[in-house]
């Protein structure tokens, strides 16, 4: 039994559903925790490709500036079914707090209107100061944008709301939806 956290010990868990704007700010403030994410891609055999990425968000839109011709470049380009999760980069069932996302990946050539808004997004200064280089002007090349049709949020301090610690998001939905158990269908 847990002295601190005796709520983490509570069975069933609960299965009350999130009002959708509190979903979105709470997956918004997770987007907020760290700027390295996993973006899983699809290669020519259908098995799965994930790498380690930085991301910068704008609401629920992710933007990650991919290395050219990489495997994951190749595998959008053949098939545009993203996943991608980040995580709190805390420790403990306490602190647990994270989200995946699934949807298409688009990726936005240089000087396009989306692009321009992509590249004001991403902090590509900062990202170029880390590899030791000043930049100016943004770097040339495409940028990947993600857009959601399906966010599955988990923070079991929910748990301690009355909340079901996994919430699903989709866009145009009422509210959130809840599997019972905190098992969710992939």
């Known amino acids: 039994m847990s002295v601190a956290h005796k709520w983490l010990e509570q069975e069933p868990w609960p299965t009350k559903v999130m009002p959708k704007p509190l979903l979105e700010s709470r997956i918004e403030r997770v987007l907020t925790m760290t700027n390295i994410g996993y973006l899983g891609t699809v290669r020519k055999d259908g098995s799965p490709i994930v790498s380690p990425v930085e991301f910068y968000a704008d609401g629920l839109s992710l933007y990650i500036f991919p ?5 994951k470049v190749k595998a959008l380009r053949r098939d545009p079914r993203v996943s991608f999760a980040v995580a709190n980069p805390m420790a403990g069932w ?12 688009t990726l936005l050539d240089p000087d396009t ?13 900062a990202s170029g100061f880390e590899l ?14 993600i857009d959601p049709d399906r966010i599955v949020y988990t923070e079991h301090f929910m748990r301690k709301e009355g909340y079901a610690p996994r919430q699903i998001w989709e866009p145009g939905a009422e509210g959130a939806k809840v599997v019972p158990g905190g098992n969710v269908p992939v």
Request: glycine share 14%; net charge positive; proline share 11%.
């Open 113 to 125: 209107p989306a692009w321009e808004h992509g590249m004001k997004v991403f902090k590509w200064v």
């Open 132 to 145: 030791g280089k000043i930049a100016t002007s943004p770097p040339r090349g495409q940028l990947l944008r």
């Open 94 to 105: 306490a602190c647990v707090m994270g989200a995946q996302f699934f949807g298409k990946g």
């Open 67 to 71: 290395q050219p011709n990489s495997p």
